[in-house]
Each structure stands twice: as C-alpha cells, then as structure tokens.
C-alpha cells in the first residue's frame, strides 16, 4: 500500500538558506500535517491542511511557510535557516471527513542539518 | 497550562513480561487518545485509539484503556519481545469534541521501552 512519501530524506544547508521540503500525502487523504522533531524531544506540530487549506497551526516559526498544491502534495519552505532548525521534518496524512478520528500516517522524515 | 506526561523516559523489561506505560494529561479534555510507536530516525507508526466512551481496547498483544476521570491511559504489552523495543508517544487531538474543525496531534515525550532478552 502506497504510504506518505517525503523528499529528500537528507538535507544539509548553511546557515540563513532556505530549505524546502516536500511532502506526497497517501491518496485519498484529505488532511497533511507538518511536524518537527529535535533529538530526544517529542514531535512538535508545526501546521496542517484540509482539502488544500490551512487547518490550524502549531508552533511555526515565521520564517517557515506551506501550502498545499491541488494534487494535495505538500512543501514545507523554511527560510534564514538558523542552526536551531536542525531536526527531523515529518509529513503525516489522515482522512478526517466525516468526524472520524482515524489514525494519521507518518512519512519517514526529512533530516535536517543546519551548519 | 495543557501539559501530557508519560511516566518515564525509559523502561527496562524482561522478556515475557508485560510492559505497562501510562500517560497522563492535565486541562484537556479529548474525545480519544492515539498510541504511536517510533523507532529510532523513522516517523511514527500509529498502533491504537481509544474513544473517551471506551474503557478499553486490545489488538494482539496490545491493550489499551482509558479513565477520564483519572486523565490516564495505560499502553499494555503482553508477553514482550525484544522486537517491542522501541519509544511508544501517547497523543491527543487538543479538540474537545470528535469532529471538530482542527486536527492537531498533541504528543507526549514518549517512553524508551527496552526488552531485555
């Protein structure tokens, strides 16, 4: 079964770049989330989208911005990077239609180095 | 202030016993509760949910329950494998109600089991 998809798996950027990050959500799912995770620390909800629009936002630096595109990918652009940002970038994707409370599926990360 | 606690950062077992991890949450009121299990450097794998009208559930060797009025849900292994090694994150949609409009997965910090052999 297809699952969520994140490109590239590596990236490594100086300080003040900008990075993006891509995010191909499972078909048929309606909802994309964005989460940030520093060593040993806990997965940071950053921002999510339902049906192409932003659903709530997190914890997102101003320097970060997303947007979802209408085949429902997702990049996740973060800019002047900082050496702070360095951290495993997750995508996850549910269907969220119709109250139901299904589990969201997480993609397998980008990490991010930031010298 | 909205806080989710898992009881202990890192767990030691025995194979073959149960391994019982618990999550607390203070000033939320979720209509269900998610266990994850992550694995070092990959994403998260989604294992159960529990809806606050349920006491309890099981898959497998997995159970799950419940208390709303105590906050807590206790994650349960049975006869734990060295394979269970992993950090297990409870977490929950700050949304008070199922079928709110946001959707947000709230993460506790997770608890490091380890199955010893």
């Known amino acids: 079964a297809a699952g969520v998809i994140q490109s590239p798996r590596h990236l490594i950027k100086e300080k003040r770049e900008t990075a993006t990050l891509k995010c191909y959500p499972i078909p048929r799912h309606d909802t994309v989330y964005w989460y940030q995770q520093g060593p040993g620390q806990d997965p940071q909800f950053l921002i999510s989208f339902y049906e192409k629009m932003q659903s709530d936002k997190g914890s997102i630096p101003d320097r970060f911005s997303a947007q979802q595109f209408s085949d429902y990918h997702s990049e996740l652009n973060m800019s002047s990077l900082e050496l702070g940002d360095s951290a495993l970038y997750f995508c996850?994707?549910?269907?969220?239609?119709?109250?139901?409370?299904?589990?969201?599926?997480f993609g397998q990360g980008t990490r991010l180095t930031v010298v | 202030s909205q806080k989710i606690e898992q009881n202990s950062e890192a767990l030691n077992i025995q194979e073959g016993k149960t391994a019982t991890l618990t999550c607390n949450y203070t000033n939320y009121s979720p209509a269900y509760l998610q266990w994850y299990r992550q694995d070092p450097g990959r994403g998260p794998v989604f294992l159960l949910l529990i809806r606050e009208n349920e006491k309890e559930k099981r898959k497998e060797r997995l159970k799950v329950t419940f208390d709303t009025t105590l906050k807590q849900s206790l994650f349960h292994i049975t006869a734990s494998q060295p394979a269970d090694s992993a950090t297990y994150l409870c977490a929950l949609d700050p949304a008070e109600y199922s079928g709110a409009g946001s959707y947000q997965l709230t993460f506790g910090k997770g608890t490091k089991l380890s199955v010893i052999p």
């Open positions: 996850a994707s549910s269907i969220r239609g119709s109250g139901k409370n299904t589990e969201a599926f």
